[in-house]
């Protein structure tokens, strides 16, 4: 009996300091008082500062409404621009908390890289831009191309599959930064620029003369893009995970950042949990009652984001197509708040 009742406190006591090695992260967040966000060097509609150092767009919004979740306040972020080769490395040392900034959900990420996926704030696939002069319509026609690309990134890794497996030749220039890589394809040292294609909306922008250029029809791999946290602290990457769902579901709800506290008083068995009126949902993360509040006060739904960013109210003008809500002939699906 007594060794039974000394091996269960043991075990008891390796399973609370298990918890207490691992739910760290935000705690570190909370003495620290802010969050570090791993962001792109300047992806307009995914993350890109303004003059004034202002960061906005779709990955960035996932900071802020974490921001908001953790200290009912979007603002309290260190914004961390990493190249696409850095990224991973900020995410293992702990220089950011997490990483939000357009990159894929793959299998060696989750394992080698030691991240932990969170969600897809973006599903996306990897295309071509061509100059229009150069009058190609299909990548199938690209044989004997040499193709600018970002190095570190799946682009890259597409690109090689793509060519080889269409038995063409093609002629690689890597580059660590985006700009350098639009800049070197813009003066003619390649024939092509590939990357998410929502990159390429993004980084249409920066051309000097956009129309002189062609998107290809070709879409040649999947980009699910979103948040990622490092490996080992489960409570921080529920907190991340839920907080993407959080906003997919309030579009789902019709939750608007206009209507918060109107719907909040909403007597739905669904909307008094989802608002923490009845149970302690929030609380269950680490978080507090009205965390769902706090998340669409600060940056709206899912639908709201995507429109302000990258959809029709912003300049990339992007469709929702698959990212639409699974009820609305879209993929956007978030497990159930309760
Ligand atoms: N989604 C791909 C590509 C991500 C990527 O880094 N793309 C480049 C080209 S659009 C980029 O975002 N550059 C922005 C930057 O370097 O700041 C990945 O995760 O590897």
């Given at each position: 009996?007594?060794?039974?009742?000394?091996?269960?406190?043991?075990?008891?006591?390796?399973a609370f300091s298990a918890e207490a090695a691992t739910a760290q992260t935000l705690k570190t967040i909370k003495d620290r008082g802010l969050l570090s966000?791993?962001?792109?060097?300047?992806?307009?509609?995914?993350?890109?500062?303004?003059?004034?150092?202002?960061?906005?767009?779709?990955?960035?919004?996932i900071c802020?409404a974490i921001s908001a979740a953790v200290f009912n306040d979007?603002?309290k972020?260190?914004?961390?621009?990493?190249?696409?080769?850095?990224?991973?490395?900020?995410?293992?040392?702990?220089?950011?908390d997490v990483?939000?900034?357009?990159?894929?959900?793959?299998?060696?990420?989750?394992?080698?890289?030691?991240?932990s996926?969170t969600g897809?704030?973006?599903?996306?696939?990897?295309?071509?831009?061509?100059?229009?002069?150069?009058?190609?319509?299909?990548?199938?026609?690209?044989?004997?191309?040499?193709?600018?690309?970002?190095?570190?990134?799946?682009?890259?890794?597409?690109?090689?599959?793509?060519?080889?497996?269409?038995?063409?030749?093609?002629?690689?220039?890597?580059?660590?930064?985006?700009?350098?890589?639009?800049?070197?394809?813009?003066?003619?040292?390649?024939?092509?620029?590939?990357?998410?294609?929502?990159?390429?909306?993004?980084?249409?922008?920066?051309?000097?003369?956009?129309?002189?250029?062609?998107?290809?029809?070709?879409?040649?791999?999947?980009?699910?893009?979103?948040p990622?946290v490092r490996?080992g602290d489960d409570q921080w990457f529920d907190i991340v995970k839920w907080t993407l769902f959080a906003?997919?579901?309030?579009?789902?709800?019709?939750?608007?950042?206009?209507?918060?506290?109107?719907?909040?008083?909403?007597?739905?068995?669904?909307?008094?949990r989802v608002f923490g009126?009845?149970g302690n949902l929030g609380e269950q993360l680490g978080l507090t009652k009205d965390w769902v509040t706090r998340i669409?006060?600060a940056?709206?739904?899912?639908?709201?984001?995507?429109?302000?960013?990258?959809?029709?109210?912003?300049?990339?003008?992007?469709?929702?197509?698959?990212?639409?809500?699974?009820?609305?002939?879209?993929?956007?699906?978030?497990?159930?708040i309760r």
């Open positions: 009996m007594k060794r039974v009742s000394l091996v269960f406190t043991l075990a008891l006591a390796a966000c791993g962001v792109s060097q300047g992806l307009p509609g995914f993350s890109s500062p303004d003059d004034k150092g202002n960061w906005t767009g779709l990955d960035v919004d802020r979007p603002t972020i260190k914004f961390v621009p990493l190249s696409a080769k850095d990224r991973f490395t900020a995410l293992q040392s702990g220089e950011i990483l939000s900034r357009n990159t894929t959900w793959t299998l060696s990420r989750d394992t080698s890289l030691g991240a996926s897809v704030t973006y599903y996306d696939g990897q295309g071509f831009m061509v100059k229009k002069s150069l009058k190609v319509n299909s990548a199938l026609e690209l044989n004997s191309a040499s193709v600018c690309v970002q190095t570190g990134t799946t682009t890259e890794q597409n690109l090689a599959d793509y060519f080889k497996g269409n038995n063409m030749k093609y002629e690689v220039i890597a580059f660590g930064t985006n700009d350098e890589a639009i800049k070197a394809y813009e003066s003619g040292r390649c024939d092509v620029f590939t990357t998410d294609v929502s990159g390429l909306y993004a980084d249409r922008l920066k051309l000097a003369n956009a129309a002189d250029h062609v998107v290809l029809p070709e879409v040649i791999s999947k980009e699910p893009l979103g990622m490996h906003m997919i579901t309030a579009e789902e709800l019709g939750i608007t950042q206009k209507n918060v506290d109107e719907m909040a008083k909403s007597t739905k068995p669904e909307m008094k009126v009845d669409v006060k940056v709206g739904n899912y639908g709201e984001s995507f429109d302000r960013n990258v959809g029709a109210g912003s300049r990339l003008g992007i469709a929702r197509g698959i990212n639409a809500l699974w009820n609305k002939g879209g993929i956007q699906y978030a497990p159930p």
